[in-house]
């Protein structure tokens, strides 16, 4: 079992800064890729970006690409979400996830079903 909190969110003025942080505890961290994904009211679960489990690979969905990075440190047991240019369209309940990954594949998986296990998220708020 993995245990994941999310921390870091808030509000923001559009144009401002965000770093959200995800403390895992209970299994070895470093073999777990990770995820973050976004729930808008009314809008279905989607991925925003996602790291291996040594960190080597990281992918992000076409909206945030550019303006978010996800990054790990496995000897903290954190992995990380920078968000910078924030938008009225990133407001969102934001979400960490973790799937365990065998090997580092060159690749993370983005449908919610892949991910064993989540956090209870964060609130993002961006006003215009």
């Known amino acids: 079992q993995v245990q994941l909190e999310e921390s870091g969110g808030g509000l923001v003025q559009a144009g401002g800064s965000l770093r959200l942080s995800c403390a895992a505890s209970g299994r070895t961290f470093s073999n777990y890729a990770m995820g973050w994904f976004r729930q808008a009211p009314g809008k279905e679960r989607e991925f925003v970006a996602g790291i291996s489990r040594s960190g080597s690979s990281t992918y992000y969905s076409v909206s945030v690409k550019g303006r978010f990075a996800i990054s790990r440190d496995n000897a903290k047991n954190t992995v990380y979400l920078q968000m910078n240019s924030l938008k009225p369209e990133d407001t969102a309940v934001y979400y960490c996830?973790?799937?365990?990954?065998?090997?580092?594949?060159?690749?993370?998986?983005?449908?919610?079903?892949?991910?064993?296990?989540w956090g209870r998220g964060t609130q993002v708020t961006v006003a215009s």
């Open positions: 996830a973790a799937y365990w990954q065998i090997f580092d594949s060159g690749s993370v998986y983005s449908a919610p079903h892949q991910y064993a296990y």
